[in-house]
């Protein structure tokens, strides 16, 4: 049952331009979510996250969007750069007995073309 | 930099033996976890310690293992192993025992080989 799903395996996005990334979750008691991004040979590394409270939050180039009725977030990514092609986790976080459990997609591959 | 070691990077080793990773987490960080990355595939998560106590359990197999030791580093033990044990095991650590306002940081892997 994947609870976190990252539909896009791949994404190819021209420099300069705009990157969206999406990713649709299925349990409604999640109530924070984060992007990882990952370069190969490295372990992930925080992007950035939204809570549940919020529909939107931004870091310099980076805003994620969250749609709670849709059950849906995407991260935006403005202008595109070289750096950014990388493959990008969301996750989801949900308090399971007294205790907090990270569900991750599968990844989506980004690739910036010059 | 993220601050977490994992050692070795690359283990190679045969069906039916034991190995044991090991993980440093960041400086100030009582979390740590432990993931597993099959080929293209998410992560899974394995297991969370939390000031040397074990806090949450994922899809852990029975023939795996793990502890947090008192100065907070980790070791994932995983015995009998089989073809289908090869992947990347990811340690991660974080300050608190949620994610909220305290993002896990990640090593950068062992890249487990089984033969």
């Known amino acids: 049952d994947q609870q976190v799903k990252q539909n896009s395996p791949s994404l190819s996005v021209q420099e300069g331009r705009i990157s969206i990334l999406n990713c649709d979750y299925t349990?409604?008691?999640?109530?924070?979510f984060l992007w990882y991004k990952k370069y190969p040979a490295e372990g992930p590394t925080f992007l950035i996250s939204?809570?549940?409270i919020k529909d939107k939050n931004e870091d310099g180039r980076f805003t994620v969007f969250l749609n709670k009725s849709a059950k849906h977030l995407s991260l935006h990514i403005v202008p595109s750069q070289p750096g950014d092609s990388a493959v990008y986790f969301c996750?989801?976080?949900?308090?399971?007995?007294?205790?907090?459990?990270?569900?991750w997609g599968a990844g989506t591959k980004l690739i910036i073309k010059p | 930099d993220s601050g977490v070691t994992q050692t070795p990077k690359h283990l190679i080793t045969a069906t039916g033996q034991r190995v044991t990773l090991r993980c440093s987490p960041r400086?100030?960080?009582?979390?740590v976890y432990w993931y597993q990355q099959s080929l293209d595939q998410g992560l899974q998560f394995l297991i969370q310690?939390?000031?040397?106590?074990?806090?949450a359990k994922g899809n852990i197999l029975e023939r795996f293992s793990a502890q947090q030791f008192p100065d907070l580093h980790s070791e994932l033990n995983l015995s009998s192993l089989e073809l289908g044990d090869s992947a990347l095991y990811f340690c991660?650590?974080?300050?608190?025992?949620?994610?909220?306002?305290?993002?896990?940081?990640f090593g950068n892997g062992t890249r487990l080989t089984v033969t």
């Open positions: 991660a650590s974080s300050r608190e025992a949620g994610p909220y306002n305290s993002p896990l940081h």
């Open positions: 400086s100030g960080d009582l979390s």
């Open positions: 310690y939390y000031n040397g106590e074990e806090r």
């Open positions: 349990n409604s008691m999640f109530d924070y």
């Open positions: 939204i809570s549940s």
């Open positions: 996750a989801a976080s949900a308090k399971k007995d007294s205790n907090y459990q990270l569900i």
